[in-house]
């Protein structure tokens, strides 16, 4: 699929040049791209965990996904998925405060107790492969949804 340049960024995570094939990619390496920029064919990366992008490393001309910079990615996107799902549950649990209705409180209660602890997930904080957290993100995600 064509080369890329790669280096490691100011933030320690993985920069990836696309040339526009104007210049030879060389001329792009030395012309723009820091000192230990390098070239790689694009089909080396990670590509099929670009949702975990933010944590990628760069080391001997390999690039990896650092498995606990992915489960931070993984916990920051589970956040921002149960976020309009709690500020719902608020509106649903002040009804029933309203209502008087003790027994839809506690059940309200128990639903952003849950959604609170999702993030600690055993499937989450117990992953071993990046397969297997992004397989266990998209499960929460989707029990969040339903």
Known sequence: ??????????????????????????????????????????????????????????????????????????????????EPVLAALDVQFMRAVESGNTTQQAAIAEQKDELRNITAHSSITGATTVDGLKTAMNNLIDQIKS
Not at 1 to 28: A, D, K, R, W
Not at 46 to 73: C, G, M, Q, R, Y
Request: charged share 20%.
């Open 1 to 82: 699929m064509g080369q890329v340049i790669i280096f490691t960024n100011e933030n320690g995570g993985v920069s990836v040049c696309y040339p526009t094939g104007e210049l030879p990619i060389e001329q792009v390496l030395t012309k723009d791209c820091p000192a230990g920029a390098i070239i790689v064919d694009n089909d080396t990366l990670p590509n099929e965990h670009n949702e975990f992008f933010n944590a990628w490393e760069l080391s001997n001309s390999t690039v990896t996904v650092n498995l606990t910079k992915a489960k931070d990615i993984a916990k920051s996107k589970l956040r921002i998925e149960r």
